[in-house]
Each structure stands twice: as C-alpha cells, then as structure tokens.
C-alpha cells in the first residue's frame, strides 16, 4: 500500500463542534485530494492541493476548509460539524501533475455527528 | 450537467465466467478514464487508466475498453475468481489541471463459487 495514513480512523462528534482530519503521506507526493464517500452518491472532491500551501475547492466544498502546511500533511476542518457532514472521509494522493494519473488512497475516516 | 452511470444494482457472476461492467458518461469529453475496486470499509484501489486515444488496455486478468463515440468504457475480469467480488469504480477526468477525479457509484460485483 502507499504510504498514507488518516486519523482518526473513527469519530463521532456533536453538532456545532469543530473537527479536523489529517491525512499523512510518506510519499513526497506533490498532489492531495479530499473525497467524501456517501451511500447514493459516490466519492465526491472536496478540496485539493497542487503544493503546500497551494489549495482548490471542488465538488462540495461547502463546510470544509483544508490546510497544507507541509509536503506530507493535508488537513480537512469542519469548522461547525453537522449531521450532513456525517460521512466516511478519504484521503488520496498523485504524484504526476493533475488527476491524468493514478490516485493512492488512504484508509479512510469514518465521522459521526449527532 | 456532467453525469457518470454505472449499474447500480450489484452483478452476480459464476466463478470461472467472463464479468463485465459498463461505465456510461454523459456531457463530459474525457482525457482519461479510471477504474479502480474497493472493498468494503477499505479506499479504492487504482486497477487500470486508458486515454481516449485507446481503444483497449489489458492487465492479467483485466481488459478495459474506451469507446468515446457511444461515451461507454467497459471492463471485464476474466476466469473471474470468488476473491475478485468487490465495488468496482469509474473515475473520468475531462484534463486541464490538478483537479480530482469524477466517480461513478460502482458496481458491486459478486463472484459465485
């Protein structure tokens, strides 16, 4: 498997609270991407890097923001948690330029809210 | 807008038969096309790419085809095995930067021993 890791692996949250996942890569991958997977609709973007500190929205990005401080690590908050955000989250990486290329995933996290 | 299809409901195969999945698109003019197989409670695994200028790509087992006139990718697992029953993904990329793939829902694929 390439190297990615998501924590945490499971959460289960209140409405209204913050929350924040992390994916890891040990790649030195350039490319990171956000998905929310959902029963009925599929994997859906939600943001994505090209660099760090180089972000994008996609599909749903509503509700989220991301961060990438480091090659390694990108960051997905919830700034206010809700019930819609209830989901399971994947993390994945590219290492050539845009989405032409084959994307890794990781494990997933699989968030609550109530 | 821009729509992918895939057989929702889940494919019942004879182990030792030919599966084969059909990925459908709609008002996309795709660069690439990806298939990909997930497992339950686990990401998806990348399986095969093949660019519009491919009519077909091969890996053991596996043949994907890419008709861009009827907008149709087809995948197909020979001498299917009960080990090959998972959801099998579509992901399009229509090109022109960093961002991430389209997916179809899947198809739940199911190898009968």
């Known amino acids: 498997d390439a190297g990615i890791t998501q924590s945490p692996r499971h959460k289960v949250t209140e409405t209204g609270t913050p929350v924040t996942l992390r994916c890891h890569q040990t790649?030195?991958?350039?490319?990171m991407y956000w998905y929310r997977q959902d029963p009925g609709h599929g994997l859906r973007l939600i943001h994505y890097?090209?660099?760090?500190?180089?972000?994008d929205k996609g599909e749903v990005s509503d509700g989220y923001s991301v961060s990438r401080s480091k090659t390694e690590d990108f960051l997905l908050t919830l700034e206010s948690a809700t019930s819609s955000q209830t989901s399971v989250y994947f993390c994945?990486?590219?290492?050539?330029?845009?989405?032409?290329?084959?994307?890794?995933f990781g494990p997933g996290t699989r968030l609550t809210v109530t | 807008s821009q729509k992918i299809e895939q057989n929702s409901e889940a494919l019942n195969i004879q182990e030792g038969k030919t599966a084969t999945l059909t990925c459908n698109y709609t008002?996309?003019?795709?660069?690439?096309l990806q298939w990909y197989r997930q497992d339950p409670g686990r990401g998806p695994v990348f399986l095969l790419l093949?660019?519009?200028?491919?009519k077909e790509k091969r890996k053991e087992r596996l043949k994907v085809t890419f008709d861009t006139t009827l907008k149709q990718s087809l995948f197909h697992i020979t001498a299917s095995q009960p080990a090959d029953s998972a959801t099998y993904l579509c992901?399009?990329?229509?090109?022109?930067?960093?961002?991430?793939?389209?997916f179809g829902k899947g198809t739940h694929l199911i190898i009968q021993p």
């Open positions: 994945a990486i590219s290492e050539y330029e845009g989405a032409a290329y084959e994307q890794y």
């Open positions: 790649e030195n991958h350039r490319y």
């Open positions: 890097s090209y660099g760090v500190k180089d972000t």
């Open positions: 008002n996309y003019s795709p660069a690439y």
């Open positions: 093949i660019r519009e200028n491919e």
């Open positions: 992901a399009l990329y229509s090109g022109g930067g960093a961002d991430g793939l389209t």
